[in-house]
């Protein structure tokens, strides 16, 4: 089984669903090691009440010195004989020498269908463009901020009175989903990243990488 940190700086839902589904008997991953890079996060109480070992390493104290952060950052990754990396609710960027270190081996989620809407406020960029379906992606990691090959993606109806709020909630629940779907498929070698495409290895088709609503 491939150990796996998850990276948070908050409130760690997606975090606790991977835990939770990583728990059950068969999952082929490990969730070995939570690391924050805020000692305020409410998902580092979470993890250790999973019996999963945290860890914190403030990024705060590093400023604009990203590559300080990282290497303290990779040194506890080779500590923990660290294979794959999940990003959740992770609220800071990396170098590109490090994504390049991790590249194929570094997961992200973000609660819009890429690439719609990256970055700041996706619900309250997919509102204003008035789309009638959003969701969840997850990636692999690349430089770009939200950015990279999709692995998986959840799609959610938009409501004519929704709010960023209520359409926030709506995603979450399928990102709770498609996270651990996702992280099954890379580890059981489910998904290959072949010229920055992802596909599908022999045995996982379309609806594997997909939760959508019915549409009538
Ligand atoms: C999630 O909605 C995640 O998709 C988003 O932050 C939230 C973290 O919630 N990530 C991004 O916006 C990345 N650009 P959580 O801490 O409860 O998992």
């Not at 509102?127 to 692999?140: C, D, E, N, P, Y």
């Not at 996270?179 to 599908?200: E, F, S």
């Amino acid at each position: 089984m491939r150990p796996v940190a998850i990276l948070i700086s908050g409130r760690g839902s997606n975090m606790s669903a991977l835990i939770e589904a990583a728990s059950a008997d068969g999952f082929p991953a490990e969730i070995a090691l939570v690391i924050s890079n805020r000692a305020d996060a409410p998902g580092l109480a979470n993890a250790q009440a999973k019996g999963i070992k945290t860890l914190v390493i403030e990024s705060k104290p590093f400023g604009k010195d990203r590559a300080g952060f990282e290497q303290v950052l990779q040194a506890a990754l080779d500590a923990h004989r660290i294979e794959v990396i999940c990003l959740a609710g992770f609220m800071r960027l990396f170098t590109a020498e490090f994504v390049q270190r991790w590249y194929g081996r570094m997961l992200n989620i973000h609660p819009s269908l890429l690439p719609s809407f990256p970055g700041l406020d996706p619900h309250g960029q997919a509102l204003r463009a008035g789309v009638k379906i959003s969701g969840a992606t997850v990636h692999f990691v690349i430089p770009e901020t939200d950015a990279g090959p999709i692995i998986m993606q959840g799609a959610v109806p938009v409501a004519n009175d929704d709010t960023a709020d209520t359409l926030a909630a709506r995603v979450l629940g399928v990102e709770h989903q498609i996270y651990p779907q996702a992280l099954r498929l890379l580890a059981t070698d489910g998904i290959k990243i072949d010229r920055d495409v992802t596909t599908n290895t022999a045995g996982v088709d379309a609806n594997d990488c997909l939760i959508a609503p019915t549409v009538i």
